[in-house]
Antibody, heavy 121, light 112 residues
Framework: EVQLVESGGGFVQPGGSLSLSCAAS????????MSWVRQAPGKGLEWISF????????FYGDSVEGRFAVSRDNAKNSLYLQMNSLRAEDTAVYYC??????????????WGQGTRVTVSS | QSALIQPASVSGSPGQSITISCTGT?????????VSWYQQHPGKVPKLIIY???NRPSGVSNRFSGSKSGNTASLTISGLQAEDEADYYC????????????FGGGTRLTVL
């Protein structure tokens, strides 16, 4: 079964850091690009980061550029999102998604169940 | 305000057909056949239902169809069922290299 499982969410104070992980199984992970998409409470979906299959190409949305860093370990079938300088507006459910784009985000055909991040003092 | 414009809500009765629009510009929806649609039930994970404007992934009901005219893409759901009640989002590639991909604000479908 194709599956993505996120972990690492939680409660953090403004200015703090958090690291998310996404474990992939059931498909050839190293052949696929991946993206992170988030959803603030009661709001719509927002793409925030893309990483190519090799990890050589990375893109970020304007709202997280310079604060978040995406990485992957193909040997461990894992995707990561390091989130620094967190703000209240980063509060959201964070989804990892398999991305059908090779060089930039395209469409997302497999989604994880999401992990909740709450930034509050 | 989202980059792609969707109606906030649409509604229909069981058995009817409804269409959800997604309006962009010539640098995204109008310029490329790279529009996808996602269904999200409340509290659930988004699900891909249409990609490349009008292609359905395996397992998605043929009651879902996509199209595009100019800068507006559309999702049509025919034979409306109670289980179709959900939020629907469109996504498009954009040639704006500072944005990469655009999401619509989402449309809540209510089955009356």
């Amino acid at each position: 079964e194709v599956q993505l499982v996120e972990s690492g969410g939680g409660f953090v104070q403004p200015g703090g850091s958090l690291s998310l992980s996404c474990a992939a199984s059931g498909f050839s992970y190293s052949s696929y690009s991946m993206s992170w998409v988030r959803q603030a409470p009661g709001k719509g979906l927002e793409w925030i980061s893309f990483i190519s299959s090799t990890g050589n190409t990375k893109f970020y949305g304007d709202s997280v550029e310079g604060r978040f860093a995406v990485s992957r370990d193909n040997a461990k079938n894992s995707l990561y999102l390091q989130m620094n300088s967190l703000r209240a507006e980063d509060t959201a459910v964070y989804y990892c998604a398999r991305d059908s784009g090779s060089y930039s985000p395209y469409y997302f055909d497999v989604w994880g169940q999401g992990t909740r991040v709450t930034v509050s003092s | 305000q989202s980059a792609l414009i969707q109606p906030a809500s649409v509604s229909g009765s069981p058995g009817q057909s409804i269409t959800i629009s997604c309006t962009g510009t010539s640098t995204d929806v109008g310029g490329y056949n790279y529009v996808s649609w996602y269904q999200q039930h409340p509290g659930k994970v988004p699900k891909l239902i249409i990609y490349d404007v009008n292609n359905r992934p395996s397992g998605v009901s043929n009651r879902f169809s996509g199209s595009k005219s100019g800068n507006t893409a559309s999702l049509t759901i025919s034979g409306l069922q109670a289980e179709d009640e959900a939020d629907y989002y469109c996504v498009s590639y954009t040639s704006d290299t500072s944005l990469y991909v655009l999401f619509g604000g989402g449309t809540r479908l209510t089955v009356l």
